[in-house]
């Protein structure tokens, strides 16, 4: 299995941008996926998760009302959308896929890890 996260960059407080995942050598429409970040010095920290049909989502409290998730199996790929970008939210952010039916919020329960991207918000 193979993830290849994009659409990261340096943004100001406020701008938008839409990170995409592309997955590749899986069954990606049968894998709940996931984002998640990581900041200097922190732990990695859960963003937002969508189930295999996209039906059910879940968003962390931070970034909810901002962020948004989304997915579209047929071109194997999972957006997170991101809206009013604020310091808070620079880390590397990275993709990760999970076979099963559930939204999981929990790192150690994905399977497969995309390299990530770097997302800077400079105020």
């Known amino acids: 299995v193979q993830l290849q996260a994009s659409g990261g960059g340096l943004v100001q407080a406020g701008d938008s941008l839409r990170l995409s995942c592309a997955a590749s050598a899986c069954p990606f429409s049968q894998s709940a996926m996931g984002w998640f970040r990581q900041a200097p010095g922190k732990e990695r920290e859960f963003v937002a998760a969508?189930?295999?049909?996209?039906?059910?989502?879940s968003t962390a409290d931070s970034v909810k009302g901002r962020f948004t998730i989304s997915r579209d199996n047929a071109k194997n790929t999972v957006y997170l959308q991101m809206n009013s970008l604020k310091p808070d939210d620079t880390a590397v952010y990275y993709c990760?896929?999970?076979?099963?039916?559930?939204?999981?919020?929990?790192?150690?329960?994905?399977?497969?890890w995309g390299q990530g991207t770097q997302v800077t918000v400079s105020s």
């Open positions: 990760a896929a999970r076979a099963g039916l559930v939204v999981v919020t929990s790192p150690r329960q994905y399977d497969y």
């Open positions: 969508i189930s295999r049909s996209g039906g059910a989502t």
